[in-house]
């Protein structure tokens, strides 16, 4: 069975603090990773990561995934406010080309 | 425009009603899907559609029916509510070109049965 662990369940820091959400995998045929942000309503997609060692990178997020270890993690530099939110990951993984296994996420909290 | 919608947007059953999650998109996407979020546990897959005619059985797939007859919606249906349904719905789609790519997530139905 697929399995999508993601690390820190929660996270409390201070506006200006950098964060580092992880996120394991145990699958069978790996495809893809990605993350998303969800706030109040439905997941927003921050980045699709596919090739180790490649970053993304949007603004004052980025990305990394490494295939051999099975993880990804999410960089967060000078959280704001705005940053808080459930953070999700999901991996694309086994026979099918459609199906996603999500991770339980991480609830960021950003204080003022 | 209007990406993903969803109808209703909140709705109270009692146990043993049944009722249908409308959703709908309007990017001509080939993949849609169903999740329920419960909390502490992420997303679960309920059923996913890969195009108009053709559906399959996600993660828990059990006391639910989908169809989709056009490229445009994928209805879900409960057939017989229970409490353990209570839970957030998300409908999403996704271009779909070969694989999975970004999905965009629709507003969410939060279904509560007593």
């Known amino acids: 069975e697929d399995k999508v662990v993601q690390s820190p369940l929660s996270l409390v820091v201070h506006e200006g603090d950098t964060v580092t959400l992880n996120c394991s995998y145990e699958v069978t045929n790996f495809r893809s990773l990605l993350w998303y942000k969800q706030e109040k309503k439905a997941p927003t997609f921050l980045f699709m990561l596919t090739s180790s060692g490649i970053e993304k990178k949007s603004g004052r997020l980025s990305s990394i995934l490494d295939k051999k270890e099975l993880f990804s993690i999410l960089n967060i530099t000078a959280t704001q406010t705005g940053d808080s939110a459930i953070y999700l990951c999901a991996v694309n993984s086994g026979g099918s080309n459609y199906k996603l296994t999500f991770g339980k996420g991480t609830l960021l909290t950003v204080n003022p | 425009n209007a990406g993903v919608t969803q109808t209703p947007k909140f709705q109270v059953l009692k146990t043993g009603q049944s009722m249908t999650l409308q959703c709908a998109q309007d990017?001509?996407?080939?993949?849609m899907s169903w999740y329920r979020q419960d909390p502490g546990m992420g997303l679960r897959l309920i059923h996913y559609?890969?195009?108009?005619?053709?559906?399959d059985q996600g993660e828990v797939p059990n006391g639910y029916n989908v169809s989709r007859s056009t490229t445009e919606d994928f209805p879900l249906r409960l057939l017989s509510a229970a409490p353990s349904q209570t839970s957030v719905y998300f409908c999403?789609?996704?271009?779909?070109?070969?694989?999975?790519?970004?999905?965009?997530f629709g507003p969410g139905t939060r279904l509560t049965v007593l």
């Open positions: 999403a789609s996704s271009p779909g070109t070969g694989s999975i790519s970004t999905q965009y």
């Open positions: 990017m001509n996407h080939e993949y």
């Open positions: 559609s890969v195009g108009a005619g053709i559906t």
